[in-house]
Structure formats: structure tokens, C-alpha cells
């Protein structure tokens, strides 16, 4: 493998474990879903296992893999605010879990770069 596949190849598999994730275990994506979007919470976790999963083909096809790498940091940039939403939910929980929820925050900005390069390097 070359190593400027590399870095698609990985975000491709992260995109795609976490997708299959949304499925096998959804409970807890289920809780980042804000009570205010319309349909259920179960509906709108499967979903985004959906956008994973489609994303993660699209990172890991040559062919796609510019429009891909745009699709995952848009998608990235997307679920920021169940992220937000996870971190303020977890505000009086035992300090592992709060500091799992905060530490999530600034991560998302480097996911953001890294499926923008995968993009650029494309």
C-alpha cells in the first residue's frame, strides 16, 4: 500500500467500524440524537450508520475518494453538536465519563483536517 493510501485507508475503516457500530450497538448513539429533531432517536441513529457506512465506501473507492474525503469532515461537522450535546449531558457525571465527553470536543477539528487532506490527496 502505498503510503498516501494510508491515511484514506484508515479513515475508511474508522468511518466504516463505527458506521457498522450504529447498528450493533445503538443504543448509546441513540443518546446523542437532540429530542428535538422530528422521528425517533433509533431512526436518526441508523441513519447516520448509513451516512458512515456510504461515506466510508466512498473514502476507501479511489474513484470517490475526493468527494469522500469532503463527505467524511462534512460529516464530521455534522455530528459536532450530538457531540456537544453528549459533553453537557454528561456535566454531573463521575469524572471519567466527563472527561471522555469534553476530550471529544477538540478531536472533532483534527478529524475534520485529516478527511480534508484525505480529500487534497485525492
Known sequence: MATSQRPAHVLA????FMGVL????????DGLIPR??????????YGSG???LTVAAA?????TRRLGGL????????????NVKMAV???????????IAFGRLPLQWPMIAWALKVR???
Open 50 to 52: 448509513v451516512a458512515e
Open 22 to 29: 450504529h447498528f450493533v450497538a445503538p443504543k448509546p448513539f
Open 36 to 45: 428535538s429533531l422530528p422521528g425517533s432517536r433509533r431512526a436518526w441513529t
Open 71 to 82: 463527505a467524511a469532515a462534512l460529516l464530521f461537522l455534522g455530528v459536532f453538536p450530538g
Open 13 to 16: 475503516g474508522a468511518l466504516g
Open 120 to 122: 487534497d490527496a485525492a
Open 59 to 63: 473514502v476507501a473507492t479511489p474513484r
Open 89 to 99: 449531558d454528561a456535566s454531573s457525571a463521575p469524572l471519567p465519563q466527563r472527561l
